[in-house]
């Protein structure tokens, strides 16, 4: 069974610019979380979709948002892109929105914003 | 607000011994998921072992185990026969299933773990 697939693996931007990271969770998943991984903070967890609904978001300003499809994939999106921006965007599927599911993560897309 | 603590930057241990990484955390819920995530150099993070805040027996995977020690909010990982695969940065992570929380993990800052031979 494949893994958890993110697209693109690398991104470089401009300030200011707008970007769209794709997540595609393992085959029968349709829980989707995201998580932005820098070196000074860490791992935040951003938002968590489930049949297509957001079921809870992070402590991000709105110019984070995202979304999930019908087929599981889910999408986000980051406008007026800022320095701090950059960093380690990971994504966690697992198949139900549940405490005892595994959360397996892909390898990430890693956003450079210049 | 939860939170997790993982006061060790960097460990090394050398092959086949044993190391314990240690993690604490605050919360006021009852009930809550813990759990020890592996990130080696340049792959994926995947899922070491969990722990379920109502269980008192300490789980077990394999060469991994831990020590849950409930009251004083500490959840360490003991790495038995260290072996050159477990270099990676481990990450403590924290889980409260309510409404409002849903599956979202709380991470600690990880401890990058070296293994030499």
């Known amino acids: 069974k494949a893994g958890v697939t993110q697209t693109p693996r690398y991104l470089i931007k401009t300030r200011g610019q707008q970007v769209t990271l794709s997540c595609s969770p393992i085959s029968g998943h349709r829980s989707v979380s995201w998580y932005q991984q820098t070196p000074g903070q860490g791992l935040q967890f951003l938002f968590e979709?489930?049949?297509?609904?957001?079921?809870n978001k992070g402590n991000f300003p709105g110019r984070f948002s995202g979304r999930q499809f019908s087929n599981s994939r889910s999408e986000m999106n980051v406008s007026t892109l800022e320095l701090g921006d950059s960093a380690l965007y990971l994504c966690a599927s697992s198949r139900q929105a549940d405490p005892t599911d595994t959360q397996y993560f892909g390898p990430g897309t890693r956003l450079t914003v210049l | 607000a939860q939170t997790v603590t993982q006061s060790q930057p960097e460990m090394s241990v050398q092959e086949a011994e044993t190391v314990t990484l240690s993690c604490t955390y605050d919360t006021s819920e009852n009930n809550y998921y813990l759990f020890w995530y592996k990130q080696p150099p340049s792959r994926q993070m995947i899922l070491v072992i969990r722990?379920?805040?109502?269980?008192?027996q300490n789980a077990t995977e394999n060469r991994f185990s831990v020590n849950f020690q409930k009251a004083a909010k500490s959840f360490s990982l003991k790495i038995s026969d260290s072996q050159l695969g477990d270099t990676a940065m481990y990450f403590c992570a924290f889980m409260s299933p309510t409404n409002q929380a849903g599956t979202a993990l709380i991470f600690g800052k990880g401890t990058t773990l070296s293994v030499s031979s």
């Open positions: 722990q379920e805040a109502y269980k008192q």
């Open positions: 979709y489930f049949s297509e609904t957001q079921r």
